[in-house]
């Protein structure tokens, strides 16, 4: 991936829904090269996906918790069954004091309460301690790091 490649991501980071030919001309490219190098980006997996950041407080989803994941049996079904439940956004094994960091998302205190309860009847898991966050100061996307432009 070279230093356009990294000004494109950028740019469709900002807004991915800039024609290719502001893509283009912002990295000096034609709309056709800017084009070409945003598929090449996708078909290799580097842009996972194209789509919209909504706002989850609009949406009734205004309570944000993290929770670890007590428990060893994490072969199997465990993982599937997590990416069942809909409030989890996400789920990674972690090293650390549990064996796995759940994000979820919910509308009240107590959506989350009856999430916990789900996961919990999850084979394997043994435990869970809960983060709930007050307030996010900030969010941000992958960074791309920008190296001396040959441009």
């Known amino acids: 991936m070279d230093e356009i490649d990294r000004m494109l991501i950028r740019l469709l980071q900002q807004d991915a829904t800039q024609p290719y030919a502001a893509l283009g001309k912002a990295v000096g490219l034609s709309s056709g090269a800017a084009h070409e190098r945003v598929r090449k980006l996708r078909e290799r997996g580097v842009i996972r996906r194209t789509t919209i950041e909504v706002e989850p407080g609009a949406l009734g989803r205004g309570v944000v918790a993290y929770v670890m994941v007590d428990g060893g049996a994490w072969m199997g079904d465990s993982a599937g069954r997590l990416a069942e439940i809909e409030e989890v956004e996400e789920a990674h094994v972690i090293a650390g004091p549990a064996s796995v960091l759940l994000k979820v998302r919910t509308s009240s205190t107590q959506e ?9 009847e999850v084979d394997g898991v043994t435990g869970t301690r809960t983060i709930v966050v007050l307030e996010t100061f900030f969010d941000r996307p992958v960074h791309i790091p920008q190296v001396e432009s040959r441009l």
């Open 112 to 120: 989350l309460q009856q999430v916990l309860r789900r996961v919990f």
